[in-house]
T-cell receptor, first 115, second 112 residues
Framework: GAGVSQSPSNKVTEKGKDVELRCDPI?????LYWYRQRLGQGLEFLIY????????KSGLPSDRFSAERTGESVSTLTIQRTQQEDSAVYLC?????????????FGPGTRLTVT | DAKTTQPPSMDCAEGRAANLPCNHS???????VYWYRQIHSQGPQYIIH???NNETNEMASLIITEDRKSSTLILPHATLRDTAVYYC?????????????FGKGTLLTVNP
């Protein structure tokens, strides 16, 4: 079946602009996660959705970052007034439900470059 | 969650077994050892996990020492497609255990 898809695959934007990154999870997966991976670094958790609610937004680095999920499906991560330090690969993952017993399936990521 | 330590890089010949070590000396009794890998330009992929017994699946085997302070991921017959960064993490079966937090992992290069 279809895996997690993300769009765009690459995004180059000028400092100060807003960007929207999209994630389409695996159908039927109630849990959705956003992560960030800076060049040569590990994975940083950003936000967790259970259904359309986000019980854990603790990883969002600033109030310029926001995310929403609708229809218990697609999710959008929005970064306002982008800064150069926002440059990274943004990864989305989904799982059947939240918790350690449910494997997270990752999308290919969106590579964001802020110039 | 307990911290893990992995070598930054390893090489392996194609067709040979790749043995990737991981130290997790502060692991607690309710914490699992998980392995993921990330092939270049792709998202991370789950490989295997275990608590205290050795585990095997179609991808790999996981050997956990009796004291659980270290483990080894074994790819029995490495192929060029196994070239990737391998991450060993420890996850507790409680709290915010949905969060995956990786360090820098081990870059495994499989050579022809």
């Amino acid at each position: 079946g279809a895996g997690v898809s993300q769009s765009p695959s690459n995004k180059v934007t000028e400092k100060g602009k807003d960007v929207e990154l999209r994630c389409d999870p695996i159908s039927g997966h109630t849990a959705l996660y956003w992560y960030r991976q800076r060049l040569g670094q590990g994975l940083e958790f950003l936000i967790y959705f259970q259904g359309n609610s986000a019980p854990d937004k603790s990883g969002l680095p600033s109030d310029r970052f926001s995310a929403e999920r609708t229809g218990e499906s697609v999710s959008t991560l929005t970064i306002q007034r982008t800064q150069q330090e926002d440059s990274a690969v943004y990864l989305c993952a989904s799982s059947l439900a939240g918790g350690i017993n449910y494997e997270q399936y990752f999308g290919p990521g969106t590579r964001l470059t802020v110039t | 969650d307990a911290k893990t330590t992995q070598p930054p890089s390893m090489d392996c010949a194609e067709g040979r077994a790749a043995n990737l070590p991981c130290n997790h000396s502060t692991i607690s009794g309710n914490e699992y050892v998980y392995w993921y890998r990330q092939i270049h330009s792709q998202g991370p992929q789950y490989i295997i996990h275990g608590l205290k017994n050795n585990e095997t699946n179609e991808m790999a085997s996981l050997i956990i020492t009796e004291d659980r302070k270290s483990s080894t991921l074994i790819l029995p017959h490495a192929t060029l497609r196994d070239t990737a960064v391998y991450y060993c993490i420890v996850r507790a079966d409680r709290g915010s255990n949905y969060k995956l937090t990786f360090g820098k992992g081990t870059l495994l290069t499989v050579n022809p």
